[in-house]
């Protein structure tokens, strides 16, 4: 046991502290992590369709190998809250975890080692079939899930989390997947670079837009325990105020770039697909504005990944269908 407290200072009773509540619906998340892991590749594989290079089998290792650097930075974060910060009580089941000895920071470390060891075997599969390029896109993905709130640089503690979520979800990982279906179609890394389509490199911007929205309503929730832990977020610095009204300027963007789409990037029609989710969108904002305790944001969080998520593949759908 690595700490101990009285069991009338126990911060949530014995039944919220079990193995699968502690590992799946804390650790891993997966209301959370898999809709905004997954809303890029869906993107990218519409493209590839668009194009004639959809390959299911790279799509498949590559997606496998990203979600496990996904999941090793999530369990990466939280071991830096547990060893930084063991009395905070933004997470409060996983601290009392922690004081009973039932989450330890050794099973966290294997945790991460497994999932960065079973990611690492997709290495040479991909190597084989899309090049180097591969591996400069993994290690990117990894220094920024390991980055966030760990080492010297973690950006979480800076403040700089929307711009790196926004490029890494946006950008980097659609770019990604998408790079290792043409390379795998053309037989060639230096081929497939040289033909990405300039469409590769916005298309993702919405859903990574809503993506930052998420991390937007994460930090408005914690803002208190944040600010004491030293973090310069942007609701530390400025107040709920530009959460909330960063929120406002993300869904805008998300919205009206399928316009952009349309106008200039010779899409049909159905690049308008996405609107479909703007009730929802709406009702997100709604719910920020009128929530009185930050606490009671929770649920909020799940909604807004599977905004990200659906958002996203209602646009591949647009992209996929000629014009």
């Not at 279906?181 to 081929?191: F, L």
Request: charged letters at 15%; hydrophobic letters at 60%.
């Amino acid at each position: 046991m690595e700490a101990a407290q009285n069991v009338r200072d126990r911060l949530v009773p014995a039944s919220a502290v079990t193995r699968r509540r502690i590992w799946f619906d804390l650790l891993l998340y997966p209301t959370h992590s898999f809709p905004t892991a997954a809303a890029p590749v869906v993107v990218a594989v519409a493209v590839a369709y668009r194009h004639h290079v959809f390959a299911p089998l790279p799509v498949i290792v590559a997606f496998a190998a990203s979600l496990l650097i996904h999941v090793a930075g999530l369990l990466y974060d939280n071991y830096e809250l547990l060893v930084r910060y063991p009395d905070n009580r933004e997470h409060p089941a996983l601290v009392q975890a922690y004081w009973d000895g039932e989450l330890t920071r050794a099973a966290l470390v294997r945790a991460i080692v497994v999932c960065l060891v079973l990611a690492a075997l997709a290495g040479p599969y991909l190597w084989a079939v899309a090049g180097w390029p591969v591996a400069a896109f993994g290690l990117i993905g990894v220094a920024a899930s390991l980055s966030y709130s760990g080492g010297p640089l973690a950006y979480a503690r800076l403040g700089l989390s929307e711009i790196i979520f926004f490029l890494m979800f946006g950008i980097v990982a659609v770019v990604g997947i998408f790079y290792a279906e043409v390379a795998s179609a053309v037989g060639d890394w230096r081929g497939a670079l040289e033909t990405l389509p300039p469409e590769i490199w916005i298309l993702g911007l919405p859903a990574g837009a809503l993506t930052v929205n998420i991390l937007l309503i994460d930090d408005m929730r914690d803002r208190e325990a944040d600010e004491a832990k030293g973090w310069r977020t942007g609701a530390v610095r400025f107040g709920r105020r530009w959460a909330l009204v960063g929120c406002i300027v993300m869904t805008c963007f998300a919205y009206t770039a399928p316009f952009w789409f349309w106008r200039y990037f010779g899409f049909s029609a159905w690049i308008l697909l996405p609107l479909a989710t703007l009730p929802f969108a709406i009702w997100i904002l709604r719910t920020l504005f009128i929530t009185p305790r930050l606490v009671d944001l929770e649920p909020v969080t799940p909604r807004g990944a599977f905004l990200a998520f659906f958002f996203a593949l209602l646009l591949a759908i647009g992209v996929a269908v000629p014009s």
